[in-house]
């Protein structure tokens, strides 16, 4: 019997099919809310700093980090030479600090570390005052991601900030205010409610039965 082959656009779900681009990739993750750190590396006039939302936590035994830099991108030698990096985990309030360490015209060495703001952590890289967290690394190996390097660091050092602030997110190209959520009451109550349902179903279904 001949076998047909299947069409990958034959879906009955309406998939706008886009092929393989990178504005296709772009666009489908622009969909894919994300928290945003900088991440840094190197002391005074070795200091970079760079706005990052491709970090990974990746393993709790032992503890490992990951970040994705492009190959072109200032931070990306610099971490390769000092051998170790700190993610600072952006508050929603830290916008400026995003925008300013994603620019190309962004100053690196001590004037990053002033805009930073934080001083430096254990593994001598700068940190942000008022992030809600940083993790600090030390490199362990470094793996080819194309035009990206992926930097794997194990977890040395991880400090809380104002844990109080909400994280700033990043989300079809800005940055959108989280709404606040109905709290944990108010989801206990919807869980209850949907096993109320449950329950009564089960009555009428027995009593058919029965
Ligand atoms: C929210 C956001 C997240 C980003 N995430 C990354 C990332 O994970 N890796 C990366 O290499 N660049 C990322 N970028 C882009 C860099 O911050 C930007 O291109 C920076 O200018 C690169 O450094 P350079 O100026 O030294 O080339 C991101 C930018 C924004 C606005």
Redesign the pocket.
């Known amino acids: 019997m001949p076998s047909e082959k299947p069409d990958k656009r034959d879906s009955k779900y309406p998939w706008d099919v886009r092929g393989a681009s990178a504005d296709a990739l772009r666009g489908a993750m622009s969909h894919f809310p ?1 928290g ?1 750190t900088v ?1 840094t590396s190197g002391r005074e006039e070795r200091a ?1 700093g ?6 990974l936590s990746v393993s709790l035994d032992p503890l490992l980090f990951l ?4 190959k ?5 030698p610099r971490i390769q030479e000092e051998k170790a990096f700190a993610v600072n985990v952006l508050a929603d309030d830290q916008e400026g600090l ?2 300013l ?4 015209e ?1 100053s690196s060495g001590p004037r990053a570390v002033h805009s930073l703001g934080g001083g430096y952590g254990t593994v001598g890289a700068p940190l942000a005052a008022g992030a809600i967290a940083a993790i600090e690394c030390e490199l362990e190996t470094v793996y080819a991601g194309g035009d ?1 390097d992926l930097f794997l660091g194990r977890v040395v050092e991880v400090r809380l900030g104002d844990t109080r602030k909400g994280p700033l997110v ?1 989300h079809e190209g800005r940055y959108p205010t989280l709404k606040a959520d109905s709290g944990p009451g108010d989801s206990g109550a919807f869980v209850d409610s949907v096993r109320g349902f449950d329950a009564r179903m089960g009555r009428i279904k027995d009593r058919r039965r029965g």
């Open positions: 994300t945003v991440v970079e760079m706005t990052a939302n491709a970090v970040v994705s830099v492009h072109d991108a200032r931070l990306n995003s925008r360490f994603s620019s190309p962004r990206h990043f």
